[in-house]
């Protein structure tokens, strides 16, 4: 955190996107969501991983957040690995491999509660879906008032991403197909 911003400690509350920066991601919730949020997490902080259309707008709107631009793989693990929570304002989204990623390196993830984040996160368990932009900004305050429980969701987000390894995949689709796991076509 402290070679993202000179004044970060590790304590510091930081969120994290990589995405496409478009409007159809949501990315022009942030503004208002970290708005809301500060209020009482005066020194949260944002890291943006990613470029796009709506690149050069949200950096107006977010003067004091990160930008990354696109990274290499190895840098965007380490974002992942070492920033607090993945935030996802997507509204659309049929399925979301960010979210993946980021429960693949112990990130917990906030998103909006509609098709694909539905159907990965574990509301309290592996993250948190809500509503809207109010409901986003008030669950981030939540969860770093609580560092037990952010302790607890990074086990569970690394647990939730291993539902998702191809073996168990094509175990299951191979069990409903009546057929054994090991059974090769």
Not at 27 to 54: F, M, N, T
Not at 77 to 100: E, I, Q
Not at 166 to 180: C, E, K, S, W
């Amino acid at each position: 955190k402290r070679d993202l911003f000179a004044d970060a400690t590790d304590d510091t509350p930081v969120l994290f996107i990589a995405c496409r920066l478009s409007t159809e991601k949501g990315i022009l919730d942030l503004p208002e969501i970290l708005a809301r949020a500060r209020q009482s997490l005066p020194d949260l902080k944002l890291v943006v991983a990613g470029s796009g259309p709506a690149e050069e707008e949200l950096k107006a709107l977010l003067p004091d957040a990160k930008f990354m631009g696109w990274v290499d793989r190895q840098t965007l693990a380490s974002l992942y690995a070492g920033l607090d929570l993945f935030v996802f304002p997507s509204r659309f989204d049929t399925f979301g491999n960010v979210l993946l990623e980021a429960f693949a390196h112990g990130m917990p993830a906030i998103a909006y509660d509609c098709k694909g984040p539905r159907d990965i996160i574990e509301p309290g368990m592996s993250g948190y879906l809500v509503e809207d932009i109010a409901d986003m900004a008030d669950q981030i305050v939540v969860h770093f008032q609580q560092p037990g429980t952010r302790i607890a969701m990074r086990l569970a987000a690394r647990e939730r991403a291993g539902h998702y390894s191809a073996d168990r995949i094509m175990a299951q689709y191979l069990g409903d197909l009546g057929l054994p796991a090991g059974a090769h076509p």
